[in-house]
Nanobody, 126 residues
């Protein structure tokens, strides 16, 4: 059973930075596709970024170069570096995994992922 544990959320002022981490376990040698999503109360869970096969990164249009997704395969950890944070970035951020998979397309729909972490809250004040 795949388990995902996020950390790194917190409260920052507008323009600040945070780095989210997601430690994955239970992969048993299989390949899983990874992504970050976010959600605010009463709204759907939206994609932030995803990693595809061969290290291809896909970002939501609104990211506009502010965030960077990366992964450390040796330590089974997914990261999201968030810079130039804005109050509208305030949300619960979730790590997601899809698989096992032979190929990762950088999926950006929540329904395409079958494992989720518990979330880490990011609050950006103006």
């Amino acid at each position: 059973q795949v388990q995902l544990v996020e950390s790194g959320g917190g409260s920052v002022q507008s323009g600040g930075s945070l780095r989210l981490s997601c430690v994955a376990s239970g992969y048993s040698g299989s390949t899983y596709c990874m992504g970050w999503f976010r959600q605010t109360p009463g709204k759907e869970r939206d994609a932030v970024a995803a990693i595809g096969s061969r290290g291809r990164m896909t970002y939501a249009a609104w990211v506009k170069g502010r965030f960077t997704i990366s992964q450390d395969n040796a330590n089974n950890t997914l990261y999201l570096q968030m810079n130039s944070l804005k109050p509208e970035d305030t949300a619960m951020y979730y790590c997601a995994a899809r698989g096992p998979a032979d190929y990762c397309s950088g999926a950006m729909l929540a329904r395409q992922y079958n494992y989720w972490g518990q979330g880490t809250q990011v609050t950006v004040s103006s």
